[in-house]
């Protein structure tokens, strides 16, 4: 949509969300010249007022400012634009892909610092180069998916990453908590500093404790020089600790300190270090039960919790898997050489399955059935057993229509050739031959 003055020469109206002001300066200062009327307002309530009392031909939404009301309210400004051009600012290239990601219908998106011609020709006319509604669950830092989960895990990175703010990270192994974690660094005004990763299951009590605060000359056997620990390692950048309920009792007494008052102390030595660290940390259990338990202290487990991200398993989101797939496929074969289609039972048989390893078990499985694929199209015969046994169970549990429905399918999968249906279906040939004629399909 262009806009243009109407037939009385009244001037567009363009209006812009911002909570703080300081973008609405800037597009007032761009615009006016160019003869637009720009008005400016803090809350998605007034712009929804605005819109409905009607003259708004463009809106720009600049959530660069963390605030939970501002981002759930953009979908309602969406839901109520009547008409308006909507296009959506943001503050770093991550940000924006977090933006296309949870806004797929938005008309544009701005990404600041931004030239004067792009901002008049954002509120003009539609760019070439947009992202289309057919396109969901764009990768944002190599997350994917359009799940409300996943959006939802995607809108608290966002509001989050500006802040300073000590973060939990929590879900089952494998549903991408390293990836998370990447994204709020990638996403704050830290992300030219260090980013630091420990695993701390993989190491004792004794090296994870100089891993982590480093050591002096003489400490103990074998430190035969001064070693700066990991903390020091990421200062004026971000440390993840991965699996942090699995941290030893003595170790868990200088983290805290390590949060508490930004200082860490080498083994061996008299005075701490200042370090200026953000602290993001993970776990696939139950910390408050582990607080229980005695097995985490209370103190290191509100200090670990300002704030808490919960990854939703695969399981609770399967629309996530085609999309999950098809992003699987393309980064291992971009230019479509060898599988980069798959058949439709593939996928409802990928849906079918309760995936316990989440994520990470999907990616070795379509990994593994790329190897075995016949030709460029991976089907269910190329998937393990285990995943094919899920969807068996569900199509022959449900009564004789369904069973007539995954016969026909498995046919279709096996080109016609009963004894690969047969092994499909996890049946043998004299049963698929009775199906066959029972459903008059011989």
């Known amino acids: 949509m262009e806009i243009r003055r109407g037939p009385e020469q009244v001037a567009p109206t363009v209006l812009v969300l911002d909570r703080l002001g300081t973008f609405q300066s800037f597009a007032?200062?761009?615009?006016?010249?160019?003869?637009?009327?720009?008005?400016?307002?803090?809350?998605?309530?007034?712009?929804i007022s605005a819109l409905e009392a009607g003259g708004v031909d463009a809106v720009l939404v600049d959530v660069c400012v963390p605030h939970?009301?501002?981002?759930?309210?953009?979908?309602s400004v969406l839901r109520n634009r009547t008409g308006a051009r909507m296009v959506v600012v943001t503050g770093c290239p991550l940000m924006e892909a977090a933006a296309r990601a949870l806004y797929p219908e938005a008309d544009g998106f701005l990404q600041k610092p931004c030239a004067p011609e792009e901002i008049r020709s954002q509120v003009a006319s539609r760019p070439a180069t947009l992202a289309s509604p057919e396109?969901?669950?764009?990768?944002f830092h190599r997350i994917v998916g359009s799940s409300p989960g996943i959006r939802r895990v995607i809108t608290q990175i966002q509001e989050v990453a500006p802040t300073e703010s000590t973060i939990l990270i929590s879900g089952e192994t494998g549903t991408g908590k390293e990836l998370v974690a990447g994204a709020i660094h990638a996403c704050s005004h830290r992300r030219d500093r260090p980013y630091v990763v420990v695993d701390t299951v993989a190491l004792s009590e004794t090296l994870l404790e100089s891993e982590l605060f480093g050591h002096t000359k003489g400490a103990f056997t074998g430190a035969v020089v001064d070693k700066p620990g990991l903390f020091e390692a990421a200062d004026g950048g971000t440390i993840f600790l991965d699996e942090v309920g699995e941290i030893p009792p003595a170790v868990q007494v200088r983290l805290l300190r390590a949060i508490q008052e930004r200082e860490?102390?080498?083994?061996?030595?008299?005075?701490?270090?200042?370090?200026?660290?953000r602290i993001i940390a993970a776990t696939q259990w139950d910390l408050e039960e582990a607080v229980r338990s005695g097995r985490l202290r209370a103190d290191l487990y509100y200090r670990l919790t300002v704030y808490t991200i919960e990854i939703p398993p695969l399981?609770?989101?399967?629309?996530?898997i085609s999309l999950?797939?098809?992003?699987?496929?393309?980064?291992?074969?971009?230019?479509?050489?060898r599988t980069s289609r798959y058949t439709d039972l593939a996928m409802r048989t990928l849906e079918c399955y309760d995936w316990p390893g989440n994520?990470?078990?999907?990616?070795?499985?379509?990994?593994?059935?790329?190897?075995?694929?016949?030709?460029?199209?991976?089907?269910?015969?190329?998937?393990?057993e285990r995943v094919r046994g899920a969807w068996r169970e569900e199509m022959l549990s449900v009564g004789e229509l369904t069973k007539s429905a995954a016969t026909i399918q498995a046919l279709k999968e096996a080109g016609g050739h009963r004894g690969r249906a047969a092994e499909l279906l996890g049946v043998s040939r004299t049963t698929l031959w009775r199906w066959l004629g029972q459903y008059g399909l011989r």
């Not at 939970?68 to 979908?75: A, I, N, P, S």
């Not at 999950?324 to 050489?337: I, N, R, S």
Request: proline fraction near 9%.
């Open 324 to 337: 999950l797939m098809e992003h699987a496929l393309t980064v291992a074969d971009p230019q479509g050489e």
């Open 68 to 75: 939970q009301g501002l981002l759930d309210g953009v979908e």
């Open 28 to 47: 007032r200062h761009v615009l006016a010249p160019e003869g637009y009327r720009v008005l400016w307002e803090e809350s998605p309530l007034e712009v």
């Open 135 to 139: 396109e969901p669950g764009l990768p």
């Open 264 to 277: 860490v102390r080498r083994l061996g030595a008299v005075q701490p270090n200042n370090v200026d660290v």
């Open 359 to 384: 994520v990470r078990e999907l990616l070795a499985v379509l990994e593994r059935a790329r190897i075995s694929a016949r030709g460029n199209q991976l089907a269910a015969t190329d998937l393990p």
């Open 315 to 320: 399981r609770e989101r399967p629309e996530d």
